[in-house]
């Protein structure tokens, strides 16, 4: 068995293997050899920026974080005014974890009680069949998950983001953004405003049905998916595990998926997501009260 397991394994690599040396156009670009049509003015006084990142929440400011840290002139032009609060699962999945742990947050939300480490945790299935393990006897440091309401976590990654020279223009709605080919920049025009901002780069982080990355004919599905969050507090209820996913019967059939997952301080939240679309209602596990 363990000799025809390691001949499936090595079929693949071998193949990848014979693409890479006999196909030229496999092989991945190399991006400090790619042609620039327009001077990298790294470093030098100008106009504009470098990138105009549309959105600051954690998407956007770690892209300023690290853009910044490298020495890149960029801007986040964010809606709304920081703390600004979303409503989403508040989870942190591992790979986000160990962004948190490089940019030096990890160790401060988790010791001053914002963020709570998800170790005990697992899936229910609808029909009652269930699995809790922990976390950090198969992944060690890095914990699975970690559970931290957005309204905290995108603040601590904006301020880090500021911190490491990107610029952040709040109550700044974008409108459009254009592109002039004979300067190679963008430019983006605010909402009831004359103000607009010229960058070489546009990114849209404004969330995942990006208002201007549709406009610009680069999202055209429509949205994926509803959900809505609701906190339960310290105190009020039997919850002891971290995290939770299970699909409550009651909205089945449907691609209905149910987290709960415990915050700081003991208190927890609960999401009913709707990975479709379609209408949907929330709902409470049986025996929890709000």
Known sequence: METYLLAALA?????????????????????RKFPRKYKDEKGKKRPYYDVLCVGAGPSGS????????????IALLEKKQFPRDKICGDAVCKTGIEMLMEM????????????????????????????????????GSVPAALACKRIILDE??????????????????????????????????????????????????????????TQLGLVTGPPQGTCSRSYVGAGTHSFKADGVMFYPKGLLPGRWLSLTFSIAT?????????LCRGRGTSTWPDGLTS
Do not use: M
């Open 156 to 213: 601590t990654l904006v301020r880090a983001a500021q911190k490491s020279g990107a610029e952040l223009i709040e109550n700044t709605p974008v409108k459009d953004a254009h592109f002039d080919k004979s300067t190679g920049l963008w430019t983006v025009t605010i909402e009831d405003s004359d103000v607009t901002y010229q960058g070489r780069v546009l990114i849209c982080a404004d969330g995942a049905t990006s208002k201007l990355a």
């Open 62 to 73: 770690c892209l300023g974080y690290y853009l910044a840290k490298k020495g890149r002139k």
């Open 11 to 31: 079929l693949p690599l071998l193949v990848v293997a014979l693409a890479y040396f006999l196909w030229p156009g496999y092989r991945p670009i190399n991006l």
């Open 266 to 274: 003991r208190s927890f939240w609960t999401l009913q997501q709707l």
């Open 104 to 139: 030096g947050l990890y160790d401060t939300l988790v010791k001053e009680k914002k963020a709570h480490v998800a170790d005990s945790g697992g899936v229910v299935s609808p029909g009652g069949l269930s699995f809790v393990g922990r976390s950090h006897e198969k992944l």
